[in-house]
């Protein structure tokens, strides 16, 4: 595949991730991650995607973040803070095509929780808040991905979807503030700033017409497409 396609279709993940992030509360670094460290590897793909993440969760939350919630956020935000450098410290030397399989894998599993309606009562526990923080870590930290643990628990935990978007907004923004420090922060381009504006400002706009099954189940497909093309580009 050449490298304007892949940047190409880079440009397409974060236009599609933004709009789901600000029309449910995630989905950024889901849709966008797989094709970013497509086009630029996996250090530097997953550095930049965390960064974008960043500013794709900043601005809908300075919409929404009336409805946001301190103490459920820190309880997911501490496990994650604390496991974030170990993790990289952990993998600092690791071959990048492992990287890159292991983002891949991660995202596929991923896809197949969340697709599966998964449900009980033990996820929405603080004890199930320690261990999606330390997962979103460490899926975050290896492939940018650090979504789904959290979106697992907040499916289980019966919040109103205004509440939802604000504490995941809030969730991923911090969390990836710090990822971004300690990987190391890679500025983003012009063209992938303004696609994710364009992602970001059809998602706010979208978000009271488009039913949430239908956003789910797009970023499912296109999350699911990237993985397996992670996996498929490790061998």
Do not use: K
């Not at 604000?166 to 012009?190: I, K, R, S, W």
Request: with cysteine.
């Amino acid at each position: 595949m050449s490298e304007e396609l892949l940047l190409g279709l880079a440009l397409l993940g974060i236009v599609v991730g933004a709009l789901a992030q600000a029309a449910t509360g995630m989905g950024f670094s889901l849709v966008a991650a797989p094709f970013m460290v497509a086009a630029l590897g996996p250090r530097e793909g997953v550095a930049a995607t965390v960064l974008l993440a960043v500013f794709a969760s900043a601005v809908p939350l300075a919409r929404g973040y009336r409805h946001v919630q301190p103490g459920a956020v820190a309880g997911l935000l501490l496990p994650t803070l604390l496991c974030t450098p170990l993790v990289a410290w952990a993998v600092r030397d690791a071959e990048t095509r492992w990287l890159a399989l292991a983002g891949g894998v991660g995202v596929v599993m991923a896809v197949v929780l969340l697709a599966s309606g998964l449900r009980a009562r033990w996820l929405a526990t603080p004890g199930a808040a320690v261990v999606a923080g330390a997962s979103s870590a460490a899926l975050n930290v290896v492939g940018g991905v650090g979504g789904p643990p959290i979106g697992l628990y907040a499916a289980n935990t019966g919040w109103e979807p205004a509440i939802a978007r604000a504490n995941l907004h809030a969730f991923f923004l911090v969390q990836n503030v710090v990822t971004a420090l300690v990987l190391g922060v890679h500025l983003p381009g012009f063209p992938q700033l303004g696609a994710l504006g364009l992602g970001t400002a059809a998602g706010m706009l979208l978000a009271s017409r488009l039913t949430p099954e239908r956003v789910r189940t797009g970023v499912l497909a296109l999350s699911l497409l990237g993985g397996l093309g992670l996996v498929g580009a490790a061998f």
